[in-house]
């Protein structure tokens, strides 16, 4: 008998093509509306949304359609996978959890949908963990408890240059007491219980990004750890970033530059930038 697991996620963990290929992983597409345009986000020029953005189109964000996730699943079993462990966005800022539920209920291997109450790659270390222990052949317990471990474990650390489009997408969670706040203050948030929620108000772009990795080396403190850089809009600063994580962080396991999904890139803003720090 096929003790297979499956590992599927959805497009906000912003795992690079490269790592979903290598490890089989199976990413379900969020979706964006563009004015009266509507498709999987990963069929959107990354600058043509950068674009609708700062010209202030109405821009817009909804989860899969659960028959997405039923297809996904389907072909799962029909591969022989004897289980499938499914990580998603938080349920508070997606009913993308919501669909893959519904979907799970009509499979008939059994498909354990887990709340991940983060994003980007704090999800995305998640899930590698989760596909990792399902290539070693783990059982579906410790797969799940490979997922589990990563997502309560990470830390998303997240710079913007503005609130406004965290505001614009009802996202905004209790980082909405930083509203209102000096344009000359730049808000520094994470994600906390599932919502995205207020970290340190540092006046000036430079201080707060300085402010960002004295935060992210006090997560990280003495253990292994892996970090991500995510930018939505590529310049050079991420590099800079990278230089100095290396610097202050001494145990790096490994440290990745992806591109944040884009639809999490509309939620927060072209100027964004966030910082995962995940104990191994």
Same mark, same amino acid.
């Given at each position: 008998m096929s003790t297979h697991v499956a590992v599927v996620t959805d497009s906000t963990a912003s795992l690079p093509d490269q790592l979903v290929r290598q490890w089989g992983i199976k990413v379900i597409q969020l979706q964006l509306q563009v004015a009266d345009r509507i498709d999987d986000e990963s069929r959107f020029d990354r600058g043509e949304? %950068?674009?609708? !953005?700062? #010209?202030?189109?109405?821009? #817009?964000? @909804?989860?899969?359609?659960?028959?997405?996730?039923?297809w996904t699943y389907q072909d799962a079993a029909a591969a022989g996978a004897a289980a499938v462990v499914s990580v998603h966005i938080s349920g508070r800022m997606s009913a993308t959890v919501h669909a893959a539920r519904q979907a799970a209920e009509q499979v008939r291997i059994p498909v354990y949908v887990l709340d991940s109450a983060t994003v980007g790659m704090s999800l995305g270390f998640a899930v590698l963990s989760a596909a990792r222990a399902a290539a070693a052949?783990?059982? %579906?317990?410790?797969?799940?408890?490979?997922?589990?471990?990563?997502?309560?474990? *990470?830390s998303e650390l997240l710079f913007v240059d503005t609130l406004e489009y965290l505001r614009r997408g009802g996202r905004i969670g #209790?980082? @909405?007491?930083?509203?209102?706040?000096?344009? *000359?203050?730049?808000?520094? !948030?994470? %994600?906390?219980?599932?919502?995205? #929620?207020p970290l340190s108000r540092v006046p000036g772009a430079r201080r707060a990004m300085n402010k960002l990795l004295e935060i992210a080396a006090q997560r990280a403190g003495g253990h292994p750890t892996e970090l991500a850089v995510s930018t939505f809009r590529r310049s050079d600063r991420e590099m800079s970033v990278v230089h100095q994580l290396r610097d202050r962080i001494p145990n790096v396991r490994d440290l990745t530059v992806v591109e944040a999904s884009s639809v999490v890139g509309a939620h927060v803003g072209p100027g964004s930038m966030s910082i995962t720090v995940s104990p191994v």
């Open positions: 949304l %950068v674009d609708s !953005l700062e #010209a202030g189109m109405p821009v #817009a964000t @909804s989860p899969p359609d659960p028959g997405a996730f039923f052949g783990a059982q %579906v317990n410790r797969v799940v408890e490979a997922a589990e471990r990563r997502f309560t474990s *990470s #209790a980082a @909405s007491a930083m509203l209102g706040t000096a344009l *000359s203050i730049k808000p520094l !948030l994470t %994600v906390r219980r599932g919502e995205v #929620a």
